[in-house]
Structures are given as C-alpha cells and as structure tokens.
C-alpha cells in the first residue's frame, strides 16, 4: 500500500518516472548497502586485514533477491536501528566461517553515506540524459524560431517585439549553466566515506586510508580529504542544485502554461489522440503536463531548505539531521526525475503558433512600436522631448483605442519630424527586434556545456 504520491498506484507517473523510483527502491537500497560492504571486504583482503576467501564469500553472497524486505522494515522497526537487521541476514547468508569479516571496521553511516552516493550517481546519470535531451530540444526551437516574431512582455503587458527563438535561448542559456554547475559539483558530491565511528579509522589504524582509497576506486566514488559523518555540505549542495535546474524547468513550463492560454494561444502542447481536458467540458486542451511540471517544482525547491537545515549537525554524528536526508533527499531526485522527463515530453513536441503570435503583436493597436518611434524622434528633437511626446500621444490611444499609427500622423509635431513613411516604417515590429535573431543563433550554435 503506497502512502506517498510518488508511490502511489493512481499518481506515481505524474510525480517521477519509474526509473528513477527504481532507483530509490528499498531494493535500490540494499543493493547499493551489499556493494559498499563487498567493495569494503575486497580492499580489506587486499591489504590483509580480513582473508580473501571471507571478501570473496561476502561478495558473492551478497544476492538482492536473498534479503527479504518486508523483514528488514521490521527488524529495523524492532531494533530501533538502520542497518543492524541487513548486517544480520547479510551474515546468515554467509559462510560461519567468514560471516564475523562482514562490516569489519565500518560504522552504519559509512555504509550508508556511501550507499546513497551510489545511488545519488545513478540518478545523475538519468537526469544528465534528460537534461541532454532538454538542451537539443530548446537549440532547436531557439534556431528554428530565431526571426519567428512575438510580443515581449514585461510586468505582464507588452513591452517590445521580440522573437520566439530568443525566448527559447534565454531558456538554453540556463539549462545550460545547470548542466555546468551538475559537471563542477559531481566530483563534490559523489564521494564516499568509510572512515569508521567517529572519523578517525581508530579500529583498522595505520592501513584505513589506504582501504578507503581502494574500496571508493572500487566503487568509483572519490576519496575524502577527511571524515564527512557530520559535515553535509555535500547533501545541501546536491538539494540546491536540485532545486534551481528544477525550478528553472518549472519557469519553462509556467511559460508553456501561459503562453497557451485562450487569450494568448502562442504555444500549445501537442494534443495527442485520447488526452481528456475535462470531465464536463468536452472542448478543452489543457496544458496538463506542463501544469504538472510546475507543480512539481514548487514542492521541490520547497524540499531545499531541508539541505541547509541538515548541515547543522551536532558533534561528530547526529541522527536527528541525518535522517532527514534519507526522505527529503529521495524525494527532491523522484521530483526532478519526473521534472525533466515531462520537460523533455514537452518541449519535444511543443506546437508553436508563430501567426498567432504576430497577431498578438497588433492587440495594443501598434503601441509596443512606441520606443521606435520615440527613437527616431529623439534624433531630431531630443530624448526627453521625444518620451513626452510619445507618451502623450500613447496614453490617449489607450483611453480612446485610437490606432496609434492614426495618431502619430494626427500630431503635427510627429507628422512634420517623420512624415507618413517613416512613421509606417518605423512602426514595423519586424524591424525593430534588435539582435534577437542572432542572440537565439549564437546560443543555439554554442557547443554544449
């Protein structure tokens, strides 16, 4: 019985994919717990701490499908304890022989610390090829709408043309930063730590560096410069860097969501065969993933304060923080997962309306051409003469509805500086998008981060 959304048999898909559930699985876990102690067992033997036959029987016996997971919940249920009841079966399976080797000079939060940068790797993987994907899809819509031409909009009302493409390469733009932020902090965060209970490798002594370094090369994780039991400056940079490339997805789908809109109907998710927008109202094409996406954002980056809030450990080990990473931690990766793989779906088969767009240019009635025409002015009259000018001139437009190109050659100050011309000319808004077109084509054709 799933009593958590992302779990649930009715909405798990709508939250994260089945992937990367997977991934955070109790199945998941014990696996990436089972590789940690072998990959220990095996460094240990090397150095001749523990015989090689006790590493290779630990190895070897250490089968996913052997653990009953139901039983490990209780035991840790019982025993108040994380790995306690997992240490004990994992031992069963073992030989009598070799079974006291298992866990040898390890602590539980090595174990798990360990695990969970396993499986933090495994989830990068998964979210580097969505994000992979994400980037082509938005290189493509920024190079094929480069001159694709729509209203530009600021504090909700139309400001000045710009193009769909250049919208795209300012979301390029960012995905990419969060593609290089993930590449700087992987060697970060994707290290391990096997340094015992409190830190100081006292129960293998002068060998425990040397068996760190073999059993995280093992495992390919990095190596601690010293001890991170208490130090989660990790956990919080990962929750961060979580919550910006989500939220950045999250701003692309509530533009998607926007833009989509009846009164706007700039761009559309592609409506496939069986899509439902209501119960009642057979007509509807609701934007339900991207809403879905923002969604999900909102909750995710709400989880990184949970981060910070974990770095703020007591002494050398404190569950009460620690524990805390085990759900927020999960969740902020399931989340994402489900971010990017509905980011990817959308931006894939994004519908973009560029005549609905240029359409919409013409709802002011010509207005968001006033900075051209104020510029132009300037040159024969001044700035601050020219902003008034025009700004008289708009104003009563927006009162009358008077088409501002009617009242630009009404105004005899404006009629005699332009002419009739130059005020057509200049009220063209496909000559007044700056250098959209080719901001949108450089940062498409920009190598990926």
């Given at each position: 019985?799933?009593?958590?959304?992302?779990?649930?048999?009715?909405?798990?898909?709508?939250?994260?994919?089945?992937?990367?559930?997977?991934?955070?699985?109790?199945?998941?876990?014990?696996?990436?717990?089972?590789?940690?102690?072998?990959?220990?067992?095996?460094?240990?033997?090397?150095?001749?701490?523990?015989?090689?036959?006790?590493?290779?029987?630990?190895?070897?016996?250490?089968?996913?499908?052997?653990?009953?997971?139901?039983?490990?919940?209780?035991?840790?249920?019982?025993?108040?304890?994380?790995?306690?009841?997992?240490l004990r079966r994992y031992q069963e399976l073992c030989s009598e022989e070799h079974r006291g080797y298992l866990h040898w000079g390890a602590t539980t939060q090595d174990i798990v610390d360990t695990g969970a940068a396993l499986r933090t790797r495994?989830?990068?993987?998964?979210?580097?090829?969505?994000?992979?994907?994400?980037?082509?899809?938005?290189?493509?819509?920024?190079?094929?709408?480069?001159?694709?031409?729509?209203?530009?909009?600021?504090?909700?009302?139309?400001?000045?043309?710009?193009?769909?493409?250049?919208?795209?390469?300012?979301?390029?733009?960012?995905?990419?930063?969060?593609?290089?932020?993930?590449a700087e902090l992987r060697p970060r965060v994707l290290v391990g730590n096997l340094n015992g209970a409190v830190g100081t490798m006292a129960f293998v002594g002068e060998v425990g560096l040397e068996v760190q370094a073999r059993a995280l090369d093992?495992?390919?994780?990095?190596?601690?410069?010293?001890?991170?039991?208490?130090?989660?400056?990790?956990?919080?940079?990962?929750?961060?860097?979580?919550?910006?490339?989500?939220?950045?997805?999250?701003?692309?789908?509530?533009?998607?969501?926007?833009?989509?809109?009846?009164?706007?109907?700039?761009?559309?998710?592609?409506?496939?065969?069986?899509?439902?927008?209501?119960?009642?109202?057979?007509?509807?094409?609701?934007?339900?993933?991207?809403?879905?996406?923002?969604?999900?954002?909102?909750?995710?980056?709400?989880?990184?304060?949970?981060?910070?809030?974990?770095?703020?450990?007591?002494?050398?080990?404190?569950?009460?923080?620690?524990?805390?990473?085990?759900?927020?931690?999960?969740?902020?990766?399931?989340?994402?997962?489900?971010?990017?793989?509905?980011?990817?779906?959308?931006?894939?088969?994004?519908?973009?309306?560029?005549?609905?767009?240029?359409?919409?240019?013409?709802?002011?009635?010509?207005?968001?051409?006033?900075?051209?025409?104020?510029?132009?002015?300037?040159?024969?009259?001044?700035?601050?003469?020219?902003?008034?000018?025009?700004?008289?001139?708009?104003?009563?437009?927006?009162?009358?509805?008077?088409?501002?190109?009617?009242?630009?050659?009404?105004?005899?100050?404006?009629?005699?500086?332009?002419?009739?011309?130059?005020?057509?000319?200049?009220?063209?808004?496909?000559?007044?998008?700056?250098?959209?077109?080719?901001?949108?084509?450089?940062?498409?054709?920009?190598?990926?981060?």
């Amino acid at each position: 019985m799933a009593g958590h959304v992302i779990d649930s048999d009715l909405f798990g898909n709508s939250y994260s994919t089945p992937q990367m559930r997977e991934v955070f699985s109790s199945r998941g876990v014990v696996q990436s717990w089972i590789d940690v102690e072998s990959a220990l067992a095996r460094a240990q033997a090397d150095l001749g701490l523990v015989p090689r036959e006790a590493a290779e029987d630990i190895t070897e016996r250490g089968v996913v499908d052997d653990f009953d997971l139901a039983a490990l919940g209780e035991g840790i249920e019982a025993t108040s304890h994380t790995l306690m009841p997992f240490l004990r079966r994992y031992q069963e399976l073992c030989s009598e022989e070799h079974r006291g080797y298992l866990h040898w000079g390890a602590t539980t939060q090595d174990i798990v610390d360990t695990g969970a940068a396993l499986r933090t790797r495994r989830a990068l993987e998964i979210l580097a090829e969505d994000l992979a994907a994400v980037r082509e899809q938005l290189r493509r819509l920024a190079e094929e709408h480069a001159e694709t031409v729509m209203p530009g909009r600021t504090h909700g009302q139309h400001a000045l043309p710009i193009t769909f493409g250049y919208k795209a390469a300012t979301w390029l733009a960012e995905v990419d930063r969060h593609r290089q932020r993930l590449a700087e902090l992987r060697p970060r965060v994707l290290v391990g730590n096997l340094n015992g209970a409190v830190g100081t490798m006292a129960f293998v002594g002068e060998v425990g560096l040397e068996v760190q370094a073999r059993a995280l090369d093992d495992l390919g994780l990095a190596v601690p410069e010293i001890c991170w039991h208490s130090s989660r400056d990790r956990v919080a940079e990962m929750a961060g860097w979580l919550a910006m490339a989500g939220t950045t997805l999250g701003r692309i789908g509530r533009e998607i969501y926007q833009l989509q809109k009846t009164e706007f109907g700039e761009l559309e998710e592609a409506f496939t065969e069986g899509k439902v927008g209501s119960s009642t109202m057979p007509q509807k094409r609701n934007p339900a993933i991207s809403e879905s996406i923002v969604a999900k954002a909102m909750i995710l980056k709400a989880q990184a304060q949970l981060g910070y809030d974990a770095m703020m450990q007591e002494h050398e080990r404190d569950k009460a923080l620690w524990q805390t990473e085990w759900e927020f931690l999960p969740e902020m990766f399931m989340l994402m997962g489900g971010i990017a793989a509905d980011s990817r779906k959308v931006l894939g088969q994004l519908v973009v309306n560029g005549d609905r767009m240029r359409q919409n240019i013409g709802l002011t009635g010509g207005l968001i051409m006033a900075e051209s025409i104020m510029l132009k002015l300037a040159e024969v009259v001044g700035r601050h003469r020219a902003h008034d000018l025009v700004y008289e001139i708009a104003m009563g437009c927006a009162e009358t509805g008077t088409p501002f190109a009617d009242a630009l050659k009404a105004d005899a100050t404006v009629s005699s500086v332009l002419g009739e011309d130059a005020i057509e000319e200049h009220l063209d808004p496909l000559r007044y998008t700056g250098l959209a077109a080719q901001m949108a084509r450089a940062v498409a054709g920009a190598p990926p981060s």
